[in-house]
């Protein structure tokens, strides 16, 4: 595809259960960037990666969030014990890296906990 | 990271010019000034990103100030498809630094 793909769209998922959120980036992109936006609210920083670097991990809310990414492919987001307030949409972004390089975000998955 | 403030809400009429100002005073001399916007139910988009000089592109224009510690996005002839939310951000070349973003600017555009 074109552009930033994420599954599932939509999940509804009950409280304690992990999930897990899937993201495929444009191909070529070695950045690529997760985030959460809870309703009405703006986004929030989760994690980075750069290529083969350490990914800064610096925005992971609990020890319940982990990602990973697969050379400069898919990446996971796992959630695990799943809260209500971890009701939210999570975005993924990824891009080029040089100057100037414009990050290209996919739709979103809309997590429901209930 | 560098940190920006821009108001809170804004309105502008349809076929007007609107003006989004953005404040990033601490800015450093090797960080862009990007601009993005989030239409309602939708993944943040670019628009426009400068480093010292202004830009225009199909979508929008961007003025920075000389001492590069604001900036102003202009959507020249604004229609309805423009209410979002805008946000500023200041990063260094986008895929060497994450990007962070603030609570951005409302933009309601009126009939």
């Known amino acids: 595809g074109a552009g930033v793909s994420q599954s599932p769209s939509n999940k509804v998922t009950e409280k304690g259960k992990d999930v897990e959120l899937r993201c495929d980036p444009i191909s070529g992109h070695t950045a690529l960037y997760w985030y959460r936006q809870r309703l009405g609210q703006g986004l929030e920083f989760l994690i980075y990666?750069?290529?083969?670097?350490?990914?800064?991990k610096s925005g992971l809310p609990s020890d319940r969030f982990s990602a990973e990414r697969t050379g400069e492919s898919v990446s996971t987001l796992t959630i695990q014990r799943t809260q209500q307030e971890d009701s939210a949409v999570y975005l993924c972004?990824?891009?080029?890296?040089?100057?100037?390089?414009?990050?290209?975000f996919g739709q979103g998955t809309r997590l429901t906990v209930v | 990271d560098a940190k920006t403030t821009q108001p809170t809400s804004m309105d502008c009429a349809e076929g007007r010019a609107a003006n989004l100002p953005c404040n990033h005073s601490t800015i450093s001399g090797n960080e862009y000034v990007y601009w993005y916007r989030q239409i309602h139910s939708q993944g943040p988009q670019y628009i426009i990103h400068g480093l010292k000089n202004n830009e225009t592109n199909e979508m929008a224009s961007l003025i920075i100030t000389e001492d590069r510690k604001s900036s102003t996005l202009i959507l020249p002839h604004a229609t309805l498809r423009d209410t979002a939310v805008y946000y500023c951000?200041?990063?260094?070349?986008?895929?060497?630094?994450?990007?962070?973003f603030g609570q951005g600017t409302r933009l309601t555009i009126n009939p």
């Open positions: 972004a990824s891009s080029l890296t040089r100057g100037g390089a414009e990050a290209f």
């Open positions: 951000i200041v990063s260094k070349p986008q895929g060497a630094q994450k990007l962070v």
């Open positions: 990666f750069q290529g083969n670097s350490a990914p800064d």
